[in-house]
């Protein structure tokens, strides 16, 4: 399994099959899509049908199930295995230049090329119409650096704006037909019904979180005062900023809109 790197297109759909490992353990794949409480009120679009044992299992318990899968042979191959399942769409075609439903609550649930990671999650956080839920297997370390651990980004701060985010399990190697050669885990993304902040206020918070990160909260060049930091964080009932920067999303939240109210 390789790790995330710029996306080819128009070389990827040839080789995408020896890129992934499959999950194929049927017991396995029931269990983590009961995490997901899916049931035949939800539709569920798949990112990669692969060989198509999750998809079997996501047919049964979803009322409608679309399926994308890149790769010409793994499609054709589930063309046979899927037949007899009249709730599936199965789509061929490129998922990174696939239309999500413009309209209607859906979930995701997916065994994704790890090498496209960040584009999958980019695409899925940043449509108009997100998804409610996003079920998604990734290799760990790319997990964690959308969580924020062990310290926070710009990006997994601007993620937490509009999603709850966690990691609902840890797979071990064998667990995959081939085995990987980095530790995998399945991460939910869970849309929240009212962003943290609207529109507006999400560009200004990215650029209050970049500047902090490259000058500081505080200091000659920061844009609030140690006094202003604590007394926000007080008032707040949060723990102080550690001294390498704000390490929780909450944290750095209250900050920025202390900082919003300083400078109206």
């Not at 759909?13 to 409480?37: C, Y």
């Not at 061929?92 to 413009?102: I, Q, S, T, V």
């Not at 997994?156 to 966690?166: D, H, P």
Request: proline share 4%; with cysteine; hydrophobic share 35%.
């Amino acid at each position: 399994m390789q790790k995330d790197r710029k996306y080819q297109g128009h070389d990827t759909s040839k080789h995408l099959s020896d890129s992934q490992n499959f999950i194929t353990n049927r017991k396995l794949i029931q269990r983590i899509i009961r995490l997901a409480k899916i049931n035949t009120d939800d539709t569920v679009l798949e990112i990669g049908t692969g060989k198509g044992h999750l998809t079997e299992v996501l047919c049964e318990q979803a009322g409608n199930v679309c399926s994308i899968e890149i790769d010409p042979k793994l499609y054709k191959s589930a063309q046979g295995r899927l037949a007899r399942y009249t709730n599936l769409r199965l789509v061929h075609g490129d998922f990174l230049k696939y239309n999500l439903p413009a309209k209607g609550d859906y979930k995701v649930f997916s065994n994704i090329p790890f090498f496209i990671t960040t584009q999958i999650v980019e695409k899925l956080t940043r449509v108009s119409d997100p998804p409610a839920e996003i079920w998604l297997v990734m290799e760990k370390g790319a997990a964690k650096r959308f969580l924020g651990i062990p310290k926070e980004t710009t990006k997994s701060l601007m993620l937490k704006v509009n999603w709850n985010m966690e990691i609902a399990y840890h797979f071990h190697r064998e667990d995959f037909h081939p085995a990987p050669s980095v530790d995998s885990v399945l991460v939910h993304f869970s849309r929240k019904q009212v962003p943290d902040l609207d529109r507006k206020e999400c560009g200004e918070f990215q650029k209050f979180i970049e500047h902090s990160l490259k000058y500081g909260i505080c200091g000659s060049r920061g844009l609030l005062t140690k006094r202003q930091v604590s007394v926000a964080l007080r008032r707040a009932g949060l723990p102080h900023a550690h001294e390498d920067g704000v390490t929780l999303y909450i944290q750095w939240l209250c900050l920025f809109r202390c900082y919003r109210q300083c400078h109206r």
